[in-house]
């Protein structure tokens, strides 16, 4: 998929999920939001036209670390667990055990500096977290592809794969997916406030809403 749809469906994707807890803690769903914006676009850091490469603020300084940092010590680490690691596109970048291991890494990194620099601050998880779902979702839409992904790599060689093309102007799913994504997370958005709904039954349906809707994609991008 092109950078713009991976960053729209996980928006989306966010905002459902965030949307129970927008009332209590709207500074949170924003970071977690932020954090996925970026986390989206992450896996594509094995790609020298990544969209994270042309966009602006903090972006950017993801964009300068993933390839000359994170993907090394990622590599690195893949090393030490004695497990293969590899570079190219839709490689291990593009695997659950890849990004679970560049968010660790990451995380580390920027938490660490933070605190030297004692600009830490608790509602900053909230951005890593959505940096881990940001690259979680970017591999389940990549699924959705053509070209598909190895998401369980190096553990397992299969590959999953959709009808989707990647990179085509024509292909109108995507953006269908994100749209009702957004509508969805708008709806629970609007349902706590006129029906004075609590946390609890809010998130229930968020995630109701959120798996349904996903099991609803996959099925459409296998057509």
């Known amino acids: 998929m092109r950078g713009s749809d991976h960053i729209a469906i996980s928006t989306g ?11 209590i803690s709207p500074v949170a769903c924003i970071v977690f939001l ?7 676009l992450l896996p594509d850091a094995d790609a020298t036209d990544s969209k994270l490469n042309y966009m602006d603020g903090i972006a950017q300084v993801f964009s300068l670390i993933m390839r000359p940092l994170i993907m090394p010590l990622t590599r690195l680490l893949f090393f030490l667990l004695r497990q293969p690691f590899d570079p190219g ?6 695997t659950i055990p890849g ?31 959505g940096l881990l779902f940001g690259g979680l ?4 839409e990549d699924s959705c592809t053509k070209s598909g992904v190895k998401p369980f790599y190096p ?11 990647t990179g ?6 995507p953006g269908y997916y994100a749209t009702a994504l957004f509508i969805a997370g708008g709806g629970v958005i609007v349902t706590g406030y006129t029906h004075d709904l609590q946390v609890l039954p809010m998130a229930a349906l968020s ?3 959120f798996f349904s809707f996903w099991m609803l994609i996959i099925w459409i991008s296998r057509w």
């Open 13 to 23: 994707s966010g905002l459902l999920l965030a949307a129970p807890f927008l009332q």
């Open 34 to 40: 932020s954090g996925t914006v970026i986390g989206s």
């Open 89 to 94: 596109h839709r490689g291990s970048m593009h």
């Open 99 to 129: 990004v679970l291991v560049y968010s660790l890494i990451l995380s580390s990194i920027f938490a660490a500096i933070l605190l030297l620099i004692r600009y830490w601050h608790g509602i900053l998880v909230f951005f890593f977290f």
């Open 137 to 140: 979702l970017h591999i389940l």
């Open 155 to 165: 553990f397992s060689t299969r590959k999953y794969t959709g009808t989707i093309s």
């Open 168 to 173: 085509s102007r024509r292909e109108e799913r």
């Open 207 to 209: 995630l109701a809403l």
